[in-house]
């Protein structure tokens, strides 16, 4: 049996690596969604949500509670959706 130069061998490692990691960062920044929530100045829940979201570091658009009333945009129309769902009850989260 023949044995490979040792640069053939790792370099077929290397683009392997080359290839998982290109794939692990795709992959991650479809996972990666925008985040919008609506919120209203004197909701604690809103609060504790968006001191969590900057703590994980997750990256968010604020919108104030008022658009789901007169949706403006598809995002707001979603958040209406969702906002009937949980009872019209503060935070909505709207992942696009």
């Known amino acids: 049996m023949k044995r490979l ?29 925008l985040k919008y929530i609506y919120t209203a100045e004197s909701c604690p829940k809103c609060e504790s949500l968006k001191k969590k979201y900057a703590v994980e570091g997750i990256q968010f658009i604020e919108r104030d509670a008022s658009r789901i009333k007169l949706p403006e945009d598809e995002i707001d129309r979603e958040a209406l959706v969702q906002a009937s769902m949980q009872n019209m009850e503060l935070p909505v989260e709207v992942d696009i």
């Open 5 to 33: 130069p040792l640069k053939e061998p790792v370099y077929l490692i290397y683009n392997v690596i080359r290839i998982f990691r290109t794939n692990r960062k795709q992959k991650d920044k479809e996972v990666s969604k």
